[in-house]
């Protein structure tokens, strides 16, 4: 009987060792797979970091803007504007000298300069030189309108760039160096350094 009940504790004994190297099993199982996992999902992680810096990179270069070889077209187009650009410019120069030509076509024509009047020094400033001083131009004098009646006569001129002047004979203009000597119907007369000059309406 005694030997029995030993037998039972010895069998019973055995069994529990058994199940506690079976849990002590189990344990170090769930571990080693828990740190599997995590290495899987640290190997995961660096993975997809780094093909996100690979794709930034990637991106990084496509927006990079590459110098683009020069375009033949392009350039004969500029040079077509720059030629046509340069011929206006050329017209509007040449427009404004025959303005400006033209200007003093009229005013020459309005008030001609006598140049056998001009001034010659007899003394030479040089070795067969003489020195010639040419006489400054009368003023630039243009009828607007001329009143004429029974009793006086009016005009209204413009002088120098001096618009409406309201002028009767003997009336000074230019700082005092012409005068009105006659309105009539054909225009206005005055002097000028001793000189004569007729202006028609």
Do not use: H
């Not at 797979?33 to 640290?42: D, G, I, R, W």
């Amino acid at each position: 009987m005694a030997d029995s009940l030993a037998s039972r504790k010895s069998t019973a004994a055995v069994k529990s060792r058994q199940a506690a190297r079976g849990g002590e099993g189990d344990s170090r199982k769930l571990i080693l797979s828990m740190l599997l996992l995590v290495c899987c999902c640290a190997a995961g992680y660096f993975t997809w970091s780094t093909l996100q810096l690979l794709q930034s990179a990637d991106d990084a270069l496509r927006t990079v803007t590459m110098p683009q070889p020069p375009d033949p077209v392009a350039e004969d187009e500029k040079n077509e504007i720059a030629t046509a650009e340069e011929g206006l410019n050329n017209l509007s120069q040449s427009s404004t000298r025959a303005m400006q030509t033209a200007l003093m076509a009229e005013t020459y024509s309005r008030f001609p300069i006598d140049l056998s009047a001009a001034l010659v020094r007899s003394d030479p400033v040089g070795p067969g030189l003489d020195e010639i001083v040419i006489e400054p131009e009368p003023p630039s004098l243009a009828v607007v309108a001329i009143m004429i009646t029974d009793t006086d006569s009016v005009a209204i001129i413009s002088v120098d760039g001096e618009q409406d002047i309201l002028v009767r004979k003997g009336a000074k203009f230019s700082e005092g160096t012409a005068t009105i000597t006659k309105i009539d119907a054909k225009g206005v007369t005055f002097t000028w350094r001793k000189k004569s000059y007729q202006v028609t309406l």
